[in-house]
């Protein structure tokens, strides 16, 4: 079975500038969660979302959005990048009813200049 | 409130020597607690998890509802442990609540 996929791997944008990111389930998963992760904060939640909709929210500025379609892939976007938003952003793909067993990808690593 | 504390930010021991990294939770309710662990240049994996109350890697952890702790334990420690762990506990709407996580570092 494939793991978690996020694409891009790296990426560096400017302050102001938008981005996608996006995040391939382990098939059959059809909950993922978005994570901020930095080394000053640690795990930071974003987002749940699960058959499309989003179930959980952490407390991000609205700048962070996200959505998932119906094969269970998702995106996030953050707008109006800020440099603050530089971290690795990690998603993680679980099967309904196995509470607290996520699968992680890779991440992409955000660097804002 | 639901909250994973670990008061760890950095723990540092020699080979050989017994490792636990402490790990505290609050929650009204029977929480279902985890261990993850991400080794340098790797993803975030599931170390273990309470109801299995297996040993993997060596590590074992019991949950404690007295004390409301779930320590991560392991009487030998080796180099390869050197990662950051984290605690995290299953929540009553299916999200994950996270601690801060401790970076473990083995020294040879």
């Known amino acids: 079975k494939a793991g978690v996929t996020q694409t891009p791997r790296y990426l560096i944008k400017t302050r102001g500038q938008q981005v996608t990111l996006s995040c391939s389930p382990i098939s059959g998963h059809r909950s993922v969660s978005w994570y901020q992760q930095t080394p000053g904060q640690g795990l930071q939640f974003l987002f749940e979302?699960?058959?499309?909709?989003?179930?959980n929210k952490g407390n991000f500025p609205g700048r962070f959005s996200g959505r998932q379609f119906s094969n269970s892939r998702s995106e996030m976007n953050v707008s109006t990048l800020e440099l603050g938003d530089s971290a690795l952003y990690l998603c993680a793909s679980s099967l309904e009813g196995a509470r607290g067993l996520a699968f992680f990808g890779q991440g992409t690593r955000l660097t804002v200049v | 409130a639901q909250r994973v504390t670990q008061p760890e930010k950095l723990l540092s021991v020699f080979k050989g020597a017994p490792v636990e990294l402490k790990c505290n939770y609050s929650y009204s309710g029977s929480p279902e607690l985890f261990w993850y662990v991400q080794y340098s240049r790797q993803r975030l994996q599931l170390l273990l998890r309470?109801?299995?109350?297996?040993s993997i890697k060596g590590f074992t952890a019991d949950l404690n509802k007295g004390e409301t702790s779930f320590h991560l334990k392991k009487p030998f420690a080796q180099e390869e442990d050197s990662a950051m762990y984290y605690c995290?506990?299953?929540?009553?709407?299916?999200?994950?609540?996270w601690g801060a996580g401790t970076k473990l570092i083995i020294k040879p």
């Open positions: 309470h109801i299995s109350r297996e």
């Open positions: 979302y699960f058959s499309e909709t989003q179930r």
């Open positions: 995290a506990l299953s929540g009553s709407n299916y999200q994950l609540i």
